[in-house]
């Protein structure tokens, strides 16, 4: 990829088809996956009671703070101190199960209706990380950030530096088969089972640990 400076890629598609698309997917996704939505709420209410959704802010376009939300995968329980337990102590078993088939994440098909996310693009990360990416890196912020961006060409490796130059080839390359291209892999990873998500978080972004090794199927 060129060390220039990147430029997001603007066409009649990116600028309207694409929002129009959005609209018309995640409100239809939205209709259709009503009953399942409801059980998860429900199952959500026994396992990991109120609230349901864990909610927390992420940047948008052009870095404009906003708040994205999924269903909690584990419970809220602390220890006698009232400190919160390890994930993985708080992990559920219906909590791994949803995040393996990434169902935690359907809420925010209502965040893609309302045009804060777009179905396909970079995926929000922590706010503050935002001090911390290169000038290169954060051109990723020049589109709406997505449900996913997954890399058409396998990594070897999948380091932060991976993640954000492949967001930074999608931001130059965006187009109607790209995206397309793009939900097709998504639904191979939900259909497959996301093991990824389950085992927990990555080394935290810092900055400094761009180049720093971690495999794909274990960190993305």
Not at 69 to 98: C, H
């Amino acid at each position: 990829m060129s060390e220039d400076m990147p430029k997001a890629r603007r066409t009649f598609y990116t600028l309207v088809i694409k929002r129009l698309l959005d609209i018309l997917l995640s409100g239809l996704a939205i209709v259709i996956l009503s009953p399942l939505l409801l059980v998860i709420f429900i199952l959500e209410l026994i396992f990991h009671g109120r609230p349901v959704l864990f909610a927390q802010e992420r940047p948008g376009l052009n870095g404009k703070i906003f708040k994205i939300y999924k269903f909690r995968s584990m419970t809220n329980e602390r220890d006698s101190k009232g400190v919160l337990l390890p994930e993985d102590q708080r992990a559920t078993k219906f909590g791994k199960i949803i995040r393996r088939l990434s169902l935690d994440e359907l809420p925010e098909l209502f965040c893609i209706f309302t045009g804060k996310m777009s179905i396909i693009g970079p995926r929000p990360l922590l706010v503050r990380y935002l001090p911390l990416y290169t000038e290169r890196h954060k051109h990723r912020h020049d589109v709406r950030p997505g449900f996913a961006c997954v890399p058409l060409k396998p990594f070897r490796t999948w380091s932060w530096n991976d993640q954000f130059e492949n967001d930074i080839w999608y931001i130059e390359n965006c187009g109607f088969i790209v995206d397309l291209k793009m939900i097709f892999a998504v639904l191979r990873e939900v259909v497959a089972g996301a093991e990824y998500r389950v085992g927990g978080n990555r080394e935290e972004f810092i900055g400094t640990n761009l180049y720093s090794d971690a495999k794909a199927d274990e960190n993305r």
